[in-house]
């Protein structure tokens, strides 16, 4: 039969040093776990927010920001870019000195609509309705409802005339 061993008691000074030891490691593991779970936010955030930059009712708002910062600079082969129908053919036939002229009038009468926010888009299919709040510089606080259609044509928004029957 073995013989018993003394165990040597253990002072108080070594078992504080000794939790301090599980302590310190514990707070490692949960800083550590801190900053994987901050970017896994990360993450999933800039997915949600690049899904969201792509959404077709995100598009058509960068198609009415193209169309009314082309109005408001006076960006003829934009206002091109950007529109199709009645608009289209407009700036299409439109000399660039002659757009120049209707600019720069518009522009010194402060006439040219400025959007200064979005309120409603709807989609469906390959037509959109936006509904806009929007001003003049002539009379910043006088605003007034735009609405805007747009079409998909070729996989890229444009702006439009209404659809008859709409």
Avoid at 33 to 38: E, Q
Avoid at 75 to 80: A, F
Avoid at 130 to 151: C, G, M, N
Wanted: aromatic fraction near 4%; hydrophobic fraction near 40%; glycine fraction near 8%.
């Amino acid at each position: 039969m073995a013989q018993p061993q003394r165990v040597p008691a253990v002072d108080a000074g070594s078992e504080a040093k000794a939790g301090a030891g599980s302590k310190k490691k514990l707070l490692i593991v949960a800083g550590a776990a801190v900053v994987v779970l901050a970017v896994v936010i990360g993450v999933v955030a800039g997915v949600m927010k690049h899904n969201s930059d792509s959404s077709p009712e995100a598009l058509v708002q960068k198609t009415i920001t193209a169309y009314t910062d082309a109005l408001n600079s006076g960006n003829l082969d934009t206002l091109r870019a950007v529109t199709c129908g009645a608009p289209h053919d407009f700036y299409q036939k439109i000399s660039a000195d002659q757009f120049t002229s209707v600019y720069r009038t518009s522009k010194d009468q402060k006439s040219i609509p400025l959007v200064k926010r979005v309120d409603a888009i709807q989609v469906t299919g390959d037509t959109a309705i936006a509904q806009a709040t929007v001003y003049t510089e002539a009379d910043p606080s006088k605003t007034s409802a735009r609405t805007f259609d747009l079409r998909n044509e070729g996989g890229s928004w444009k702006v439009c005339d209404p659809q008859p029957g709409k």
